[in-house]
């Protein structure tokens, strides 16, 4: 039989008709779709259907719009695939930009241009709160997500091609490079809140590099005292305006244990005993959550004041330079590689599941690695001059 036929609809309208095949009940499938035009402008497009059979190009027509595909990328694709309760928040916060500008045009119909006009737009007044213009990093994040989500489409057959790869995004948000402090100053930071309630909390970042959601995730039972050792179970995360708690980390590498130091060991052993003198002044209205690292009546920490006020303001008292929280982190990495230690070994201790992610991050030469490259060749002139 023949594969496609047309047929006279209107005085300017013709319908192509292409057998497609059969459902496993016997059930004819055919492609219908109605041409406004000339009969030659009918057969053009049977002929180009025909093609996209051929060359398994082919999709079947659908009135999805980008929103309902949207919403159904988040649910079966997103939240099926392991990621993050924090990434999936982060992906419809994204969407919440996306889908009432543009959600409402069928998947099928969306153009590279509908695309480039959004993100002009949002470069212009894409903000919620003042109708202000959105940083170009934003709106990349935007692309980012969108360009993802039409993967997912071009997958599971709702379209022929990704349009969003025709489209020029803004640039990406650069990334900040993270400070440091000098050995000096972190003990200078460190002798000053030696007295401070959370001294340990922020001993051990300085000393471990654990992740600020890390450390008030740690519960006691993740702490082995005599092997010296603690595991990473859980992290305190901020998602959808409150903190919880996640158990299962970003990677395999992530979810290992890390061993501290005896002088660690007896500052946790410390900070034991005066929570439990807490605990006991507040009776029965201490929360026990079982956390190293809580307030003083036994809830979890707020997280945010901690970053970005708590400790800003521990620095100018300690007068050490500002930095982030993160950069202890970044403080105790650099310190592992000035001190030489093999890449592995450092990798390791910040629980990456990839070396290459380690030198990424945290492997940029410092200016005392950078004085000591610059010195190292010397002894050659000094030969030469001997010479």
Known sequence: MARGNIEKRGADSYRIRIYLGKLPDGTPIYHRETIKGTRDDAERRLTAVLRELDTNTYVEQNNLTLGEFLHQWIGEWVETTGKSPKTVASYRETLDYIIPAIGHIPLQKLTPRHIQSHYAQQLRSGRKKDGGPLSPGTVHGQHRVLHAALEVAVRWGYIARNVADAVQPPPRRKKRAGQTWTDEEAAQFLAYVRHHRLYAFYALAMATGLRRGELGGLRWQDVDFERRRISIEQELIYIGGKH???????????????????????LLEEHKKAQLKERWTYGERYEDNGLVFCQANGKRLNLNNI??????????KAEVPRIRFHDIRHTYATRLFEQGLPLTTVQRRLRHSKGSTTIDIYGHPTSKAEAEAADAMDDLFRDEKKA
């Open 244 to 266: 919880i708690f996640k158990d299962k980390l970003k990677t395999e590498a992530s979810e290992d244990y890390v061993t501290i130091s005896p002088t660690i060991v007896e």
């Open 307 to 316: 970053g970005r006020r708590d400790f800003a303001a521990l620095c100018a």
